[in-house]
């Protein structure tokens, strides 16, 4: 568990990852040496893997989003899944509960990618079937939510 000054410290980065650890302890009432411990320990942890960007995929020409269902044979779910995630449309790759054993998330700035993601997918050993759904609109997309705590 992580306490509430942790909490207050993702947050913060979860707004605006370029803060420096001053600018983080103004906004949270905290030192920037408590801050500096505290994100050092949530790297430690794995609870921060690294600092990154938000991107607006459509405006760098992705303007397909496809949501894929796998279902994989002979228990090799992770096996399969881990494949796929080395592919570079795949930005999500999930093992899950349900009739599917994997969805993934991916982008593409044409249907002709799209198609041959698809074919790529049908083609690998241990993948039984996909079922490809197309997003006509995002909603919500956000890497930069911590969910109730």
């Known amino acids: 568990m992580i306490d509430e000054t942790s909490i207050k410290v993702l947050e913060e980065y979860l707004r605006d990852a370029r803060q420096s650890f001053r600018e983080v302890a103004r906004q949270i009432g905290y030192s920037s040496g408590t801050v500096a411990n505290r994100v050092k320990e949530m790297e430690d942890q794995g609870i921060i893997k690294k600092f990154t960007v938000q991107l607006d995929y459509e405006k760098l020409g992705f303007d397909l989003t496809a949501v894929t269902e796998i279902i994989v044979s002979d228990g090799m779910m992770m096996e399969v899944g881990q494949e796929i995630a080395k592919h570079a449309p795949a930005i999500s790759v999930y093992n899950v509960t349900g009739d599917s054993d994997i969805m993934v998330v991916a982008k593409f700035r044409t249907r002709q990618d799209l198609s041959d993601f698809t074919k790529q997918l049908t083609k690998m050993p ?16 956000e890497s930069t939510l911590l969910p109730e705590y």
């Open 126 to 141: 241990y993948v039984v079937r996909t079922k490809t759904h197309v997003v006509l609109n995002t909603l919500k997309e």
